[in-house]
């Protein structure tokens, strides 16, 4: 029984899930604000990283299902506002738990940029 509350507990930890995959760093971002279907979170990660992260819809379905067993997304109803002929369309929105998450990764590549930042790695790559 130690155990199963550790891991829970632990999983609540939002340290415990670092380091996120960047795409799961970008879904959790995408769903910060507003709820989202699977489409508009792949447009949305496109046009915020300039199209340098181009999603597959398996691989957004299949992070989309761990991401909500794991508790950082849920379910949601569509925003006020959307107008969708398609009833099959599920939104989705970040938990507390996922924002926890999201913040703790962005301060950790805070940190990595700092770490480079303080070296000399990308001077010797400009020469």
Avoid: C, W
Wanted: no cysteine; charged share 30%.
């Amino acid at each position: 029984m130690d155990q199963e509350n550790d891991s829970v507990e632990q999983s609540h930890n939002p340290k415990s899930h670092l380091p996120l995959q960047s795409h799961v760093f970008q879904i959790l971002v995408s769903l910060l604000e507003d709820g989202l279907h699977g489409y508009s979170i792949i447009k949305d990660i496109s046009r915020r990283t300039q199209g340098e992260l181009e999603l597959g819809t398996s691989t957004l379905y299949a992070a989309i299902k761990r991401m909500v067993q794991a508790g950082l997304l849920e379910e949601t109803t569509k925003p006020d506002g959307v107008e969708s002929a398609d009833v099959r369309r599920r939104y989705y929105v970040a938990t507390d738990l996922g924002r926890r998450v999201v913040q703790e990764e962005a301060l950790r590549i805070r940190r990595l940029n700092q770490m480079v930042a303080d070296t000399n790695l990308l001077e010797e790559k400009a020469r």
